[in-house]
């Protein structure tokens, strides 16, 4: 048997402490060691910066974030971990998922590697305008509305924030012809003006990630829009991204992992289980970053788990948690007996489904 699951559902978001200020946090990655020597990626990609309330610099959140991995022969990076219980208790952010995208020179596998990501906290207003971006962009993974940094970048001569113009006709590029590696995360951010007729004008690329292919596709997507006929506006800002597809698959699944003790026959099929998309990890999930887990526990007569531990998890141990939450809620059929040493793979499978703009 095996649960396959869809994508995850957004979490709730936790109340701040009453004496902290709302920040946007970024994360700057350090030298990446292996078996004791340095290597250098070939590929690394930035972390989605998050929202999170600071006390001051001693605060946790500003903790770094220790990680561990291996690499493997075509150069990614596998059972991805936190080091710490700071790094794990703040999983929910992008740092795991990121690295998950990094790439290394391939040709041999690599164990014991590790990297430090330290973060750094901004005020709304004064963070990097690429971060900002980045973070106004792409889809919160808290559920929450989170902090607009659009001031960060504002364009002193716009009149198109307080007024918006009203969109009569709105174009997208073709994402699908768009080139996108699997789980990267591509931005591109634009200005333009409208004139009295409704037509854009001067639309020009105010910052990218560097998908060449997505700023001239989304420029020519903008210019093709239609607002009411009104007033003329300038520094309007728009911006279109690129993700989720296609899909960075889950490593192979080893059939040695999934043989149930023999002290666990029959255990047959959930007679429960929670709403699985509750539990894909986010991060990964906004990527389209796919993966597996392999779990053991023990089920009572009456079909209630427990004992719940992860065998295996690829390509982070983000799986391996969230496929404990799953199953220590799932309920198995009433047996005779104490079933020990039960077994189940859980599949993280991403939909299809495309990324673009704002709404």
Not at 313 to 319: L, M, R, V
Request: hydrophobic content about 40%; proline content about 10%; charged content about 20%.
């Amino acid at each position: 048997m095996m649960i396959v699951m869809p994508h995850a559902a957004p979490s709730g978001v936790p109340l701040p402490p009453r004496s902290a200020e709302q920040r946007l946090i970024t994360y700057t990655s350090g030298e990446v060691r292996c078996e004791g020597s340095a290597v250098v990626p070939v590929w690394r990609e930035p972390v989605v910066p998050n929202a999170g309330y600071i006390g001051s610099s001693r605060d946790p959140d500003m903790a770094p974030l220790a990680i561990a991995f291996r690499i493997d022969a075509q150069g990614r990076p596998l059972a991805i971990h936190p080091q710490n219980a700071t790094a794990a208790a703040r999983q929910p952010n992008d740092v795991t998922a990121a690295l998950a995208v990094w790439r290394f020179p391939a040709g041999h596998s690599l164990r014991g590697c590790t990297v430090t990501f330290v973060p750094q906290a901004y005020r709304p207003d004064a963070a990097p305008q690429i971060e900002a971006m980045r973070y106004a962009a792409l889809p919160n993974m808290t559920g929450g509305r989170g902090i607009n940094v659009w001031r960060s970048f504002a364009l002193p001569d716009s009149n198109c924030d307080d007024v918006r113009p009203t969109r009569l006709t709105t174009v997208y590029p073709d994402f699908a012809r768009i080139d996108q590696v699997p789980g990267r995360l591509s931005v591109s951010f634009y200005r333009f003006d409208v004139d009295r007729r409704g037509v854009p004008e001067q639309v020009s690329l105010m910052d990218s990630t560097g998908n060449e292919e997505l700023n001239r596709a989304g420029a020519k997507a903008l210019k093709q829009w239609r607002f009411t006929k009104a007033q003329a506006y300038r520094g309007c800002r728009y911006f279109f991204w690129r993700g989720r597809t296609p899909q960075l698959a889950a490593p192979d699944l080893p059939e040695t992992l999934i043989a149930s003790a023999a002290t666990c026959p029959k255990m047959g099929d959930w007679t429960y289980l929670p709403a699985l998309a509750d539990y894909f990890p986010p991060a990964f999930n906004r990527r389209g970053i796919e993966g597996w887990a392999v779990v053991r526990f023990d089920a009572a007569p009456w079909g209630q788990t427990g004992n719940v531990e992860v065998v295996a998890s690829e390509p982070a141990s983000a799986f391996g948690e969230a496929a404990k939450r799953l199953v220590a809620q799932a309920r198995l059929p009433q047996s005779d007996a104490l079933r020990v040493g039960c077994v189940e793979r859980v599949r993280f499978k991403m939909p299809d489904r495309e990324a673009g703009g704002p709404d």
